[in-house]
């Protein structure tokens, strides 16, 4: 062989080691896509035992359980909530759900005892209302405290502190476009936000910052106490271990998009409706002036701030977590991931 290489003119043992090279570069290619029909061919056989592993199931009299799930949305004023919750209703009769809304008294969004025990035995037995949708200006409810078996599924959405208060200053004067018509609270005054806290006034104190973090700390009377790290705290425990899905009402359609793929019972097509519909920005507050740079600074002197902004930032960072685990960008366009797991060496083998 070493006499037949030495022989060969320089040319054609080119052309033979770029022959060998090809054809080994083929030889993998081939190895690989047979590998890669290997792996589909395990993930369908695993699929096919895991639909013949329901269907004996609901042979044997397992059937299918009943559609129950509850939602629950506690949602803070001025965080697009009413944009949000009018996706539900233009869904509700698609997607077959009902949406509630619960209305309390004067917006308290702290229930007293009996009413927290008549508004958990409502969620949990009212089946005619099942799927169903709830929202509303109501603090964070633990339903294990109340002995039932099961327990809702809560979202929420947050706003940066500042940009919050702004808006809700400006709605009880002004009112928004959503009901122009309506009288508001405020209505007749014309001071500014820069106006209110420079002089000092009640409407636009630090104080008024402090919503979001009594919203998901719930019931207990330290929750609304101004100031509290131990409701800080608390919220945080509740938004990772209680919640389902927390957005910000700067990613609002991030938020959207990850709730349609999470929970298409509810949200499928809410992604299309809230680019395309005709009321995907339907409420905005009307003569909003943003707040000077040294009005900023004022309020972010405030020890209140400091906490209901490290609430906020925690959230948006968790929020931020959840998305690069769901979503993948590309050509400027947000897509859901794909499922990434399936089950195989199920166990006892169907006959």
């Not at 004996?56 to 004023?77: F, H, L, Q, T, W």
């Not at 820069?194 to 409407?203: F, L, T």
């Not at 409420?283 to 490290?310: C, G, H, M, V, Y």
Request: net charge positive; charged share 25%.
């Amino acid at each position: 062989m070493g006499l037949l290489r030495s022989t060969m003119p320089p040319k054609i043992q080119l052309l033979a080691v770029l022959a060998f090279g090809v054809a080994m570069l083929l030889i993998e290619n081939q190895i690989q896509r047979l590998d890669e029909s290997r792996v589909k061919l395990e993930r369908t056989m695993a699929r096919h035992e895991v639909v013949e592993v329901e269907l004996r199931r609901s042979e044997d009299g397992g059937g299918r359980e009943a559609d129950d799930s509850v939602i629950i949305y506690n949602r803070v004023p001025k965080t697009a909530s009413t944009s949000f919750t009018n996706i539900a209703y233009d869904l509700c009769s698609r997607n077959r759900f009902h949406v509630l809304h619960i209305n309390t008294t004067k917006n308290n969004p702290v229930m007293s005892l009996q009413d927290q025990v008549r508004f958990v035995r409502n969620v949990t037995t009212w089946r005619e209302m099942k799927p169903g949708f709830y929202h509303g200006h109501v603090a964070y409810l633990d339903f294990s405290k109340y002995g039932v078996k099961s327990k809702p599924m809560y979202i929420n959405v947050v706003r940066d502190p500042i940009e919050r208060l702004v808006s809700y200053y400006y709605f009880l004067r002004f009112g928004d476009n959503y009901r122009p018509g309506l009288r508001r609270r405020k209505q007749g005054d014309k001071k500014t936000f820069d106006e209110c806290v420079s002089s000092g006034g009640s409407d636009c104190a630090p104080e008024k910052l402090w919503l979001q973090i009594p919203f998901f700390c719930g019931h207990h009377s330290e929750c609304w106490n101004v100031g509290s790290r131990w409701a800080l705290e608390q919220a945080k425990y509740n938004l990772v271990n209680e919640y389902l899905l927390v957005g910000v009402t700067e990613e609002l359609e991030d938020f959207i998009m990850i709730l349609e793929a999470v929970l298409p019972r509810f949200f499928k097509g809410a992604t299309e409706l809230y680019r395309t519909g005709k009321r995907s920005h339907l409420r905005k507050t009307t003569e909003k002036k943003p707040p000077t740079k040294e009005t900023i600074a004022k309020l972010q002197q405030s020890d209140i701030w400091k906490i209901e902004n490290e609430f906020y930032e925690f959230a948006l960072e968790h929020f931020q977590f959840v998305r690069a685990h769901a979503v993948r960008e590309k050509d400027g366009e947000l897509y859901v991931l794909a499922q990434s797991f399936f089950y195989e060496k199920i166990y006892p083998k169907l006959s």
